[in-house]
């Protein structure tokens, strides 16, 4: 069974404090993926990599960034972190076939959920 | 562009009556999709997916869904409802883009 973890379930962290939520999956899949949900809102993309070193913008990239230096894990970094960051945030992968991102099911982490104060 | 749209935002049945979570999209591509189920304070699970295959899908937990390319709908049934089956539910359409999820419908059962 495919497993992604991630490292808090549970963050509460400062305004202007720079944050790292990490994300590690076992089953050596290309794709990782950052989401926040907000009620009412649904999952919305952040960012996603579909190779190592490799990252793309999402639908809301604005005060974030991430990192992948190694396949298995995918870590999300808030520069300054703000109040209107406080969410669930969920990690994600998938394998890659065919070379495209999307045709294949995501696995998802618990998620984080993070309260900025 | 893909767009996914779940009709109704929260659904309420008695325990042992049919479940029915609506869902339409729209895709510029065959579509791949998918339904996600999330139980409070954990992620999404996939319940099951459409890939060009049968029109008819079995997933996990006794769901089906049947896509209706000419209704551009995907939606999900269940015969019979069961109290752990209270959860939210998203419907998922994707091409060859990475995930569109829709808004999410808030499953209720009740004894």
């Known amino acids: 069974d495919v497993k992604v973890t991630q490292s808090s379930r549970y963050l509460v962290k400062r305004t202007g404090e720079k944050v790292f939520l990490e994300c590690v999956q076992d089953?050596?899949?290309?794709?990782m993926f950052w989401y926040r949900q907000d009620p009412g809102l649904g999952l919305r993309l952040i960012y996603f990599?579909?190779?190592?070193?490799?990252?793309e913008k999402g639908d809301i990239p604005e005060g974030y960034s991430v990192s992948r230096e190694k396949k298995e894990r995918f870590s999300l970094i808030l520069e300054s972190a703000s109040t209107n960051q406080t969410s669930m945030y969920l990690c994600a992968s998938s394998l890659q076939t065919g070379g495209l991102i999307g045709n294949q099911p995501q696995h998802f982490g618990d998620g984080t959920r993070l309260s900025i104060l | 562009a893909q767009s996914v749209t779940q009709l109704d935002s929260h659904v309420s049945v008695s325990e042992g009556t049919p479940v029915l979570l609506r869902c339409n999209y729209s895709s510029s591509y065959s579509p791949s999709l998918f339904w996600y189920v999330q139980h409070p304070n954990k992620g999404l699970q996939l319940l099951l997916k459409?890939?060009?295959?049968?029109?008819l899908v079995k997933g996990i937990n006794g769901f089906e869904a049947e896509f209706k390319k000419s209704e551009t709908s995907f939606h999900l049934t269940k015969p019979s409802a069961h109290m752990s089956d209270a959860a939210e539910y998203f419907c998922v359409v994707t091409g060859n883009t990475p995930l569109v999820f829709g808004k999410g419908t808030r499953l209720s059962v009740i004894a």
């Open positions: 089953m050596d899949h290309e794709n």
């Open positions: 459409y890939t060009s295959a049968a029109t």
């Open positions: 990599s579909y190779d190592v070193k490799m990252k």
